[in-house]
């Protein structure tokens, strides 16, 4: 039987593909812009457009399964279109540099700025994750109810500089990969480079971050509360 989550509404959300989610981000986008943008095959337009159409077809598609998008998701699929347009309008290469790094420094900042709000972006994150209500009572039980929302706050500010550092490592790779100007097959095959370095250069480590930011937050609550981590996450 298929895995499935839930949302905070109780609707029935399949999970992803973990396999399928790289393949067309990054793989085929990759295997398209390096080895069909040359005028033997699709030319470096049409090589663009095929190798941006999978991500953005793999988003619209997440969209209308899950029928929400956030803020993240929504960022990232922004992100895409943009690499599309600034290659289709051949705009300067600077602007695919400042691109790669403002989209992590935007979700970076978001994250940070969002608790001051009541809504936090971790919090609604995490809700679709876990069952925020329930660690919360279970806080109140113990006689430290704020002291959850103390580990949510400093999760949100750890997660924010985990986006700070991969604003600046998106930084080096497109200065140190990117050649050639935009629209043209040299710059196609360095986009193809960059977005298969992103992974094992930022991917990888930011999961790594965000995994050890899980572990801080479950570790608070199995120190805190007679929860154990199995039971918080939604069915």
């Not at 398209?32 to 999978?54: D, H, P, Q, R, T």
């Not at 699929?77 to 051949?90: D, E, V």
């Not at 600077?94 to 936090?120: H, N, Y």
């Not at 806080?139 to 985990?162: C, N, R, V």
């Amino acid at each position: 039987m298929e895995a499935t989550t839930q949302n905070k509404n109780n609707t029935p959300r399949k999970k992803d593909n973990p396999l399928l989610n790289i393949g067309l981000n990054v793989v085929l986008p990759s295997i398209i812009l390096f080895n069909l943008s040359s005028e033997k095959y699709l030319g470096e337009k049409w090589g663009l457009i095929l190798a941006v159409s999978f991500p953005i077809g793999y988003g619209l598609v997440d969209y209308l399964r899950q029928k929400k998008i956030n803020f993240f998701s929504g960022l990232g699929l922004f992100s895409i279109i943009m690499t599309g347009g600034i290659g289709l309008l051949k705009l300067p290469r600077e602007m695919m540099v400042w691109k790669e790094t403002g989209i992590p420094l935007l979700m970076g900042l978001a994250v940070i700025i969002s608790q001051k709000t009541e809504v936090p972006l971790v919090r609604s994150f995490l809700d679709q994750l876990i069952d925020l209500d329930k660690i919360k009572n279970a806080f109140k039980e113990t006689g430290e109810p704020d002291y959850f929302e103390k580990t949510l706050s400093h999760s949100s500010y750890l997660l924010g500089g985990t986006f700070f550092i991969s604003a600046f490592l998106n930084y080096v790779l497109a200065i140190e990969i990117l050649v050639g100007q935009p629209g043209s097959e040299e710059f196609n095959k360095s986009l193809a480079k960059m977005t298969a370095l992103s992974f094992p250069v930022i991917t990888i480590p930011m999961m790594v971050m965000v995994a050890g930011i899980m572990f801080y937050l479950f570790k608070s609550i199995t120190k805190k509360t007679s929860l154990d981590i199995e039971s918080v996450f939604r069915q």
